[in-house]
């Protein structure tokens, strides 16, 4: 098994699934980055660019893993992170990555 790929992990746990557990963080993020660069050409799109201005906003935020079914409970929850908070998470990182990009 390869270790960065989830092609053929078993998310089987005592016969329960874990599979539909979430980085709620993650989806907004990646709608967020889509959402700034339709709106800024002073970004670079390159796959290395945008893959590291993504993990670097991920590595910003705090990790909200949640079950699929129980994304309502978790906005209405002390540990929400608004999208304002991702957003200006995501552009800190864009501008990071556009001051020093690895291409």
């Not at 270790?3 to 539909?20: A, H, L, P």
């Not at 590595?59 to 699929?68: D, E, F, S, V, W």
Request: aromatic share 8%; charged share 30%; glycine share 2%.
């Amino acid at each position: 098994m390869e270790i960065f790929s989830r092609d053929g992990v078993d998310y089987t746990i005592e016969e329960c699934s874990v599979g539909d557990i979430i980085n709620y963080n993650e989806i907004i993020a990646v709608k967020i980055i889509r959402d700034i660069l339709k709106e800024n050409s002073r970004f670079c799109r390159c796959s290395i660019c945008i893959e590291d201005a993504f993990a670097l906003t991920m590595n910003a935020l705090p990790p909200r893993y949640i079950q699929i079914t129980s994304s309502e409970k978790y906005i209405k929850s002390k540990n929400f992170i608004d999208e304002a908070m991702i957003w200006e998470s995501a552009m800190k990182a864009l501008e990071k990555v556009r001051g020093n990009p690895n291409h």
